[in-house]
């Protein structure tokens, strides 16, 4: 339909239309409208009526088909209340009148309906779920509605949206192909398989009238879009438009499917097509304003919706391809083996191991991660700022590709050659110093220092362990007895006999805080050595995680290692956490203490969420524990693992992700501190790349963060000997929106001041 066909009378025209046609003495106020024109026409007791004039191309048919749908919306009992159409002096519903073109307009006058549009209101829950409700209750009382004209051809139909994706050309890049997806899927929709009837169309939020106290939709105005179609169709706009501007687009449409289904309940068909449709309407939206802003560059309407439907589509682009789809069938009970998220904590309360907390007072119950962001079974997506495993993204195809393909034609395991295995102890090696040239291959990171213990030990032939305060090596007994992490703290038993615990060399908190703070810490390291004699081995993270994100000071690990194997001992770096680029300036955290370890213990992000570990150390430490007693380990260096870790390493260097770990971690670091400089609740802000840490008053002002800001979207969590302590280290693909997204939250909730 042509807009320059638009109507152009003035609002002293409707006056004057109103009182010669209808008798009425009114005023007249203009209604924004695309194609038509809409004047409120208001009295002393407020607004009354509508004066409706229909583009100058506007078949009096179709305005047949408006005036019958209203009559039988008023006579079907939906709950909700539909304008009325009021006949002129002449006993004419619809009047012709003549424009100052001199084409014949038609008018109509229908009765005013109380409300406020549903975009002007807070939209909870109930809310959107009302929304479905009443389109579905619309549906049904169209159900078996027939009129000739509503069988058209009409742009606005999506079964129609081709006619929009002529349009697409106009689009620049890279706009264009993020759309591309998009039109591909309402390509691939099996139209036979949904059920059709005359619907609405057009359930926009300006549209949508909600009550005084915005709690339940009242009515929907505007039947100038209604066309006989796929009736999901009629669901699927008004997905599209609640989802505008929402924090949790999914989440708000999955509202509005649910209150739709509950109704009218939709077919598994009608589920899975709901989302290309509704993906199909932001597009043929766009694709429609890139022509009209061709013809009408002033059109002040177009442009209005043009902005968040621009943010939306990219939002929905970076969805998990089937997570939309995936949100809609539990909203329906349609997705198989999907539990509710009180049955699976039900589960886990009653048969899995007591001795695990479970993340936030209202757990999540995540369904899919993709690159930085987890997404979950209502809807909601969440910028991920803790994990360290899904070190290249979650999901990323390349490491999936990789193991799968591996997976399809061998797992096994290293009894035998494989290309993978030796591929990969190759690359690793090549990553690490020289003298730092043997490589085990274990599940995880608890193995890979389990591992490092018995090394240190066959080497040294001694027992005893050196170990920094607050540290986390692992989960098996010896481990635990090594963490003081573990045993000083709940259900702990204590330091073993065998055990020393080096001071954190923190220089926020501890002792020493000036330029000599590297060499002072490292003196407790030779003090310790002449009080208990030499170790079999010192194990340091080369920052400290569960110390609360420690970074040494200058010369720390140097000289500590230095003072152990002077005395015989071997050092352990342990990188679990720290290691492969995370540090943005280095490949490791030990390097960028200048020092050397014997060994270098590696597990979570080594293959990218595949339980893989790894310990790296020297021919010599090596030969001294080959005393004949194999080292066997079922699951270790299989070539599964290794071709993951093979794509972790490749990806790494492709998408430049320390490179990005630099880059990104310093801006976030920058931003951090101008924020605690403005906050008194931030004590100490610390990083290197994308390893930081924000040090708060006391550990309840950081769990009130921490829950404060997954209400935004935002997952964090807290570590350190004093719980205090935000811990940030997301999957290093994080970028500098993502960053401003952390920093905004942050601002938001530090500003709150009941934290
Ligand atoms: N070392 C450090 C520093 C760790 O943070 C962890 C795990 N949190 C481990 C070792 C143990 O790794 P895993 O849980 O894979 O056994």
């Known amino acids: 339909m042509n807009v320059a066909a638009a109507p152009r009378f003035t609002a002293a025209d409707a006056v004057r239309m109103a009182r010669e046609l209808y008798g009425l003495a ?19 007791s407020g607004p009354r009526f509508v004066l409706k004039i229909a583009n100058r191309e506007e078949a009096l048919e179709v305005l047949d088909l408006q005036n019958k749908l209203l009559d039988r919306l008023g006579r079907i009992d939906t709950g909700m209340v539909f304008p009325r159409l009021v006949a002129a002096r002449s006993g004419l ?17 229908l009765t005013w309906v109380d409300g406020v549009p549903i975009a002007a209101v807070p939209q909870p829950a109930s809310l959107l779920r009302s929304l479905g409700g009443g389109l579905a209750r619309m549906d049904e009382a169209l159900r078996g509605f027939e009129h000739s004209a509503a069988k058209r051809v009409f742009y606005w139909d999506l079964r129609h949206a081709s006619m929009a994706w002529r349009y697409l050309d106009l689009i620049p890049e890279p706009r ?20 059709t009837s005359v619907i609405y169309n057009d359930a926009n939020d300006y549209n949508v009238l909600v009550d005084a106290a915005g709690t339940r939709v009242v009515s929907f105005l505007d039947l100038g879009d209604v066309v006989h179609s796929a009736t999901v169709c009629d669901l699927a706009i008004a997905i599209a438009y609640t989802m505008l501007d929402k924090q949790d687009p999914m989440a708000a449409a999955a509202e509005v499917v649910r209150g739709y289904h509950a109704i009218r309940p939709l077919s598994e068909a009608e589920v899975d097509a709901l989302f290309p449709l509704a993906a199909a309407r932001l597009c043929a939206s766009v694709c429609y ?74 757990p ?74 043997v490589v085990y291959l274990v599940c995880s990171g608890s193995e890979a220092n389990e591992l490092a213990l018995r090394l240190a030990r066959a080497h040294t032939r001694r027992d005893g362990i050196f170990v920094l305060d607050a540290g986390y090596h692992g989960n098996t007994s010896a481990l635990v007895d090594i963490s003081p992490y573990k045993f000083n703290g709940k259900g702990g038993r204590g330091k073993p006999a065998h055990v020393e615990i080096m001071p954190l060399p923190d220089v926020y908190r501890g002792p020493y805080r000036g330029s000599d703070a590297g060499p002072r810490y490292a003196a407790h390291v030779e003090r310790a050595i002449r009080r208990v004699g030499p170790p079999a081995a010192f194990f340091a993270e080369s920052a400290s995680g569960c110390g609360g994100q420690i970074f040494f ?59 893989m570990g790894a310990v790296v150390t020297t021919r010599e430490i090596a030969d001294s524990f080959a005393n004949g007693m194999e080292y066997f380990n079922t699951f270790g260096g299989n070539p599964v693992s290794c071709a993951a870790a093979l794509a972790v390493l490749d990806v790494i260097r492709d998408e430049e992700l320390q490179e990005n770990a630099r880059i990104t971690g310093d801006y976030l670091l920058a931003g951090l501190r101008e924020l605690a400089e403005r906050c008194s609740d931030v004590g100490d802000v610390r990083g290197r790349g994308l390893f930081l840490g924000v040090e708060l008053r006391d550990a ?22 004093l719980h205090n302590v935000i811990k940030i280290k997301p999957p290093l693909v994080f970028d500098r929106a993502d960053a401003d997204v952390l920093l905004g939250g942050l601002r938001t909730a530090l500003s709150q001041n009941s934290i």
């Open 26 to 44: 009114v005023e007249a106020e203009s209604l924004p409208s695309e194609r038509d024109q809409n004047f409120v026409l208001k009295d002393s």
């Open 93 to 109: 519903e619809v009047t012709p009148v003549r424009g100052l073109d001199d084409a014949a307009y038609f008018v109509r006058l």
């Open 176 to 195: 264009r192909s993020m759309l591309r997806p998009m039109v591909d899927a309402w390509q691939s929709i099996d139209w036979g398989r949904l059920p």
């Open 289 to 362: 304003a890139a022509n009209q802003t061709r013809h009408a560059p002033a059109n002040e309407y177009l442009n209005v919706s043009n902005r968040p439907a621009w943010d939306l589509l990219e939002k929905l682009a970076s969805f998990p391809q089937d997570w939309p789809r995936e949100v809609f069938r539990r909203s329906c009970g349609y997705s198989q083996g999907a539990r509710s998220t009180a049955s699976l904590l039900e589960s886990r309360r009653r048969m899995l191991g007591p001795s695990l907390s479970i993340s936030y007072s209202e």
């Open 364 to 437: 999540l119950h995540i369904i899919r991660g993709w690159r930085q962001h987890l997404y979950d079974a209502s809807g909601r997506r969440y910028l991920d700022c803790v994990n360290n495993v899904a070190h290249v993204g979650h999901s990323h195809p390349r490491v999936n590709e990789a193991a799968a393909r591996q997976m399809a034609l061998l797992n096994t395991n290293t009894r035998y050659l494989h290309e993978n295995l030796a591929e990969y102890i190759e690359r690793l090696t090549a990553m690490m110093p020289p003298k730092l040239s």
């Open 553 to 611: 000071p200058s010369g720390y690990l140097a000289d500590a290692f230095a003072a152990v194997r002077n005395a015989g001992g071997v050092c352990v770096a342990d990188e679990v956490q720290t290691g492969f680029g995370r540090a943005g300036s280095h490949f490791w955290m030990f390097e960028t203490q200048d020092a050397e370890p014997d060994i270098v213990t590696m597990g979570k992000p080594i293959a990218n969420g595949h339980p």
């Open 700 to 721: 309840s002002t950081a769990a009130a963060l921490v829950d404060r800001m997954k209400t935004s979207g935002v997952l964090l969590s807290t570590d350190g000997p």
